[in-house]
């Protein structure tokens, strides 16, 4: 009589780390171990069929291992294989347009793989929404967002302007005439609110802000217009608390002219100022330029605005010279409060000297 506990044990123990062919093999080693009855023996110990393990011995009498778990052929066919026309039904649902019927009723829905599943189903294929995603893995599919490479044509002048403000702007820093780069930053919302960014604090301890990022009537919105020095590498930033207007842009440019600009330049006959060509400074707005008007009596000095061409106001100096640092020195800091915004925007500094009033 064959003890067939040992053998249970042995098998028990290494099954959990063997595929089907590693099973096979091991029960067919154990029944050529014990000699005569051993198939017998060894199905009754591990729960094999005979016929599993008699295929196990002559896989261990060949003279060559084989890396295949199973034969060539065997398990279950893909799906693809019992039904042809799923991967073409599928792929003219998800791109109806170009495959597919443009009136597909997928068209206008969210193309979610158990939508899609229910679809093919609804055209009597067989699938899950598992079968579904794995067919489109191996289609080449995946999940992408939307890109923005299409642009509009570029103005025939465009580089033209951009000469003519390089040119404009190294003549009047050769003659030690001020250039300034002027423009708003984004808008912020007073309160504790949260801000983009991340800022080292212990651990499970994040600052608390607003879920909602609704308006606090009683503290409003900041609005921060910009004035960066080319030649000094400085800004200056006034806060407004009400309107971006062309009142307080061209009062902006005064405040800086008073407090740093007639000191740094005093010899100054002109201001050349470069802007892009929208919002409160735009090449349109009449009261922008009225403003200027009177800034230019007031001051004594000939001022010249040159304008950006459409569609490139991120090229303008003061948005990656001094707003870009100031997001970065102010992320992750709820603005509570006007003293908080400007504490935040006149510690900000750089390497390279940058200094903001």
Request: hydrophobic share 40%.
């Amino acid at each position: 009589m064959i003890d067939v506990e040992p053998i249970r044990e042995r098998f028990l123990t290494v099954a959990p780390f063997l595929d089907e062919r590693g099973r096979r093999l091991v029960a067919a080693a154990e029944a050529f171990a014990v000699g005569y009855g051993g198939i017998a023996a060894v199905a009754m110990a591990t729960g094999m069929a005979p016929s599993t393990i008699g295929r196990g011995l002559k896989e261990l009498a060949q003279d060559e291992p084989s890396a295949r778990v199973r034969r060539p052929g065997a398990g279950r066919k893909p799906a693809i294989c019992k039904d042809p026309t799923l991967l073409a039904d599928l792929e003219a649902l998800v791109e109806p347009t170009t495959r597919g019927d443009p009136e597909s009723p997928l068209r206008w829905t969210c193309k979610s793989v158990r939508r899609l599943a229910q679809a093919l189903q609804a055209q009597g294929h067989e699938v899950s929404r598992t079968l579904v995603a794995e067919l489109l893995n191996a289609a080449g599919y995946s999940l992408q967002a939307n890109c923005k490479t299409k642009e509009g044509n570029s103005h025939p002048d465009r580089d033209a302007q951009f000469a003519r403000i390089n040119s404009q702007v190294a003549a009047a820093l050769a003659e030690k005439q001020p250039v300034i780069s002027v423009d708003t930053k984004k808008k912020e919302l007073v309160g504790d609110f949260r801000n983009n960014g991340r800022e080292y604090r212990p651990q499970g301890n994040p600052e608390e802000v607003r879920v909602h990022d609704f308006l606090i009537k009683e503290l409003g919105r900041a609005v921060p217009y910009g004035v960066y020095d080319l030649a000094a590498n400085s800004g200056w930033v006034s806060v407004g608390v009400d309107h971006d207007t062309a009142a307080f842009a061209v009062n902006s440019i005064r405040q800086w002219w008073q407090a740093v600009g007639r000191t740094r330049h005093p010899e100054a006959t002109r201001l050349l100022i470069t802007a892009d060509g929208g919002g409160s400074n735009g090449s349109r707005v009449r009261l922008w330029k009225r403003e200027l008007q009177k800034l230019a009596n007031e001051l004594g000095l000939d001022i010249m605005v040159c304008h950006l061409p459409p569609g490139t106001s991120k090229w303008n100096k003061i948005e990656h010279r001094l707003f870009s640092f100031i997001s970065q020195n102010w992320r992750a800091q709820p603005l509570v409060s006007y003293r908080v915004i400007v504490d935040l925007i006149s510690a900000t500094t750089t390497k390279t000297g940058l200094t903001v009033r």
